[in-house]
């Protein structure tokens, strides 16, 4: 394992990353990394939380890839994400353990040494007892170097940012006190805006077409039908979402109109 991390990704030609321009689109993706979630003993509760919370900042989350915990596989899918995205975000494999390889694969990714990082040091060395900062722990203040913190309120671990990259944890509850931290410094784009409508008991056939017809009319949105069942009772949420609220609206009016024609009644927002 230590030799492949001496040796140069073969993605390493996208190392000098840059920003792209700021009148580029601002596009966010995410890089869920372990073992647990692909063999389903952890489910993922962090895309959720991470694609509301980028979507607000009008950096949304196009792209959302699980993979293991191997070395070659996280080199090339951070290499491949950044020179995709404005801004990538990984969760998991930060910790301790020898499985915990996210933060030396992001150095290789980037071309970088991996080392202890003085802040980070001083940081989780302050918080053990004396002879409890031990080589385990050391890890999880070894980063790329040129590393930025990303502090958080519940662990004493941060996280950290390399060029357009976050590395986060994936414990939930550290992940989002690291993602309050970490959205202070971000770009803001334009927020997306999303309304919904559906009804009951209707399907999707018999709104598909008028559906359709409506996306082609808005082709800058995302005009999404989503089945649902309630108490044995079938029924179609209608979502429109874009950074143009009018657009949104009018687009949700017409979504309206077509589940009235279908001969149900349309009830705002999504179902309870």
Not at 188 to 195: A, E, K
Request: glycine share 10%; net charge negative.
């Amino acid at each position: 394992m230590r030799d492949f991390f001496s040796k140069k990704s073969h993605l390493a030609f996208l190392k000098e990353f840059t920003e792209p321009a700021m009148s580029a689109p601002l596009t966010a993706g995410l890089i869920v990394i372990g073992n647990e979630v692909l063999s389903g003993r952890t489910q993922d509760a962090n895309i959720r939380f991470l694609a509301q919370g980028l979507g607000a900042l009008g950096l949304p989350l196009r792209e959302v890839r699980i993979i293991p915990d191997v070395a070659p596989t996280i080199i090339a899918t951070v290499n491949d994400m950044r020179a995709r995205h404005t801004h990538v975000f990984t969760t998991g494999g930060i910790g301790p353990t020898h499985d915990d390889i996210t933060s030396e694969c992001v150095a290789a990714a980037f071309g970088v040494p991996w080392e202890p990082h003085p802040e980070a040091m001083a940081m989780l060395g302050a918080h053990y007892a004396e002879g409890a900062f031990n080589a385990a722990r050391r890890r999880m203040a070894t980063m790329p170097r040129g590393a930025t913190l990303i502090e958080n309120e519940v662990s004493p671990a941060p996280g950290f940012t390399i060029g357009n990259v976050h590395v986060m944890a994936g414990v939930p509850r550290i992940m989002q006190s690291m993602f309050r931290t970490l959205e202070q410094r971000l770009p803001r784009g334009l927020p997306v805006v999303s309304r919904a409508v559906h009804a009951m008991p209707m399907l999707e056939g018999s709104i598909a077409e008028g559906l359709a017809a409506i996306q082609s009319r808005f082709p800058a949105l995302d005009l999404g039908s989503y089945p649902f069942e309630r108490d044995g009772r079938y029924g179609v949420s209608l979502v429109a979402k874009g950074t143009d609220e009018a657009a949104v609206e009018a687009a949700i009016g017409e979504a309206r109109a077509v589940i009235l024609a279908a001969g149900y009644t349309p009830i705002d927002g999504e179902p309870v």
